[in-house]
């Protein structure tokens, strides 16, 4: 018998979101108390900001580049490797409960599988992506997957309780709601309970309730909040009052210190606050960056928390089951989200091709199964996403797959140090009706530096250089700064060096998400 | 107004891969996804696999520049144009070109997301026929 791993991820946290990690508005106790006995990364890097080939990069961890998923809509392949798999074969049993989305969700032709099952009302996955047991959800109760198909056919009236996340136009919605017109916030009565947070921690529940008390199994619990839209359920919104919320640390509040800032950075940054470019699908194509209010700000930033708090303690629930089954010494959980969201600072929200620790500073926990006698620690050195993959199969007691491009995560910075840590790369690419954008990222320690192939705004001239050190809000874009220059030749030459194996041929865009 | 546009070369010769594309009724045969396909006249009512019923209007169906254009005819589509054009390479080869003109934008994607898919579907089961 081995150890067992239960493997929690969310949609678009941010780092900070945490109290284990300085956060201040959501209280997290669960998940500061897995840090507590367990190992926290301060830098953990996602290899795309953005959900479908980050979620690639977990599953097969592979770069962007390899796997081949380059942006949102475009499917992985059906026979991309996959770590479940690797696990599945070894012996554990595997189920993803949640967000998947390594398929499209627009999807009127039912082509594929994750909508498939959720329309046939089975969980049964058969060994897809090398998962016995699927059962999925994501923003909301529309659409074909396990979640929506639950709430149709037992609480339909709940369906029009979410906000619309998609426009008449099959646009991202910009429209607001709350008590400040903010975009993507509603208020949502449905009862928590039918909620899918709480749905989510239910339904691992019961499939670890199908397991024998002797299974290696690897549950990845995916919930797909934080993400817009902000609208948990009604009852939850007293937990903090909007009007008490104090603005982020990243929001300049005077306006033209924040487009001094925005104008440091290469030009798609000004036009999209300015609202002259919208380059990729997952930002509101009505919404102007310009007009977001401090209030705005605030009452986002109050939503996000509540539905941390939520997605806290339904983890905490799924922890209580497995120490019931006897299970608490032998499981490692490991939590973390696939990207991350500006929720106010420069002024933005969403995500997009945006290379800062807004969307790149990511909550990671390795909580190691305690009979494991890995003791607390943090990390400073930087990590990625790409290393999730060989971390789950050496836990497995399994040497990591020859496919692998990561290295299992470091238990210390002296581990860290001594195995090389300290790079991290992060690549944007993005093709929408005629706007091209991308974007290379080396994280080398406290510097990030950001280069921008040609494309529809840029010349391939334009770059970013931050050290994070001495400029952790990333306010000042050291790339034309001439005392950087050497240091700027050499990330660069260094992110070209590093560059991994491009899949071919190039995959397809299949849906605009 | 969005355009995207997929292709693919056949190993088959164009009159080979026309009788196929030219003939309305039976798109459901090699586009994934597609259940079932009725033409009567100038219209066709395509049902997806989802259930989804899909009517359309036929605009071009020439046999002569190999080109087939149809109309999405629903509410959310204020303008739809799908184009198929196959043309030939040589005897035994031919291109064959799928695009997908589209107001709102993101319905290009969502309805013509699939081309691509059902090009390489259409190329495996016409390259298929021959070995």
Redesign the interface.
Known sequence: MGRKILFVTTDQQRYDTLGCNGGKLARTPVIDRLAADGIRYERAVPQSVVCMPSRSTIITGQHPTTHGVWMN?VPLPVDAPSVAAALRDAGYKTSLIGKAHFE?F??????FTE?QLG?AGTNAANGHRGFDHLELATHGANG?LHYAIWVLNHHPEAIGMFYPV?D????VNAIGGGDTDAPQVKTNPIPREWYHTDWLADRAIEWLGTLDATDDWFCWLSFPDPHHPWDPPESELGRIDWRDVPLPEGYPTDRSQREAILDAKPRHWRQWYDGTLVSN?EAPRHWVPATLTDDQVREINARNAIECELIDEALGRVLVEVERRGWADDVDVIFTTDHGEFQGDFGLLFKGPYHVDALMRLPLIWRPAPSAGIAPSVVTAPVGLVDLAPTFTTIAGQVPCEWMQGKALPVDDSDASSRGFGVTLTEWDSEL?GVGVYLRTITHGDFVCTVYKPGHVHDGSEGELYDLASDPLQHRNLWDDPGYAALRSDLVAELWDRQPEPHRPRL?????V | M??IR?EVVIERSADDVWALVGDPATIHTW????TDATVNGSTRLIT???G?P?PETILVNDPIQRRFQYRLDLP?VRYHRGTIDVIELDRARCLVVYSTDCE????????G??T??ALQALKRQLEADTA
């Open positions: 809509g499209p627009m999807d009127p032709f039912g082509r909508n329309r074909m998609v008449g136009d099959m646009n699908f009706f397809q865009v299949e849906a605009p | 969005a355009s997929r586009f994934p996804g597609m997806t696999a989802t989804l899909l959310v709102p934008d993101p319905m290009a994607l969502v309805v997301g699939a691509g898919n």
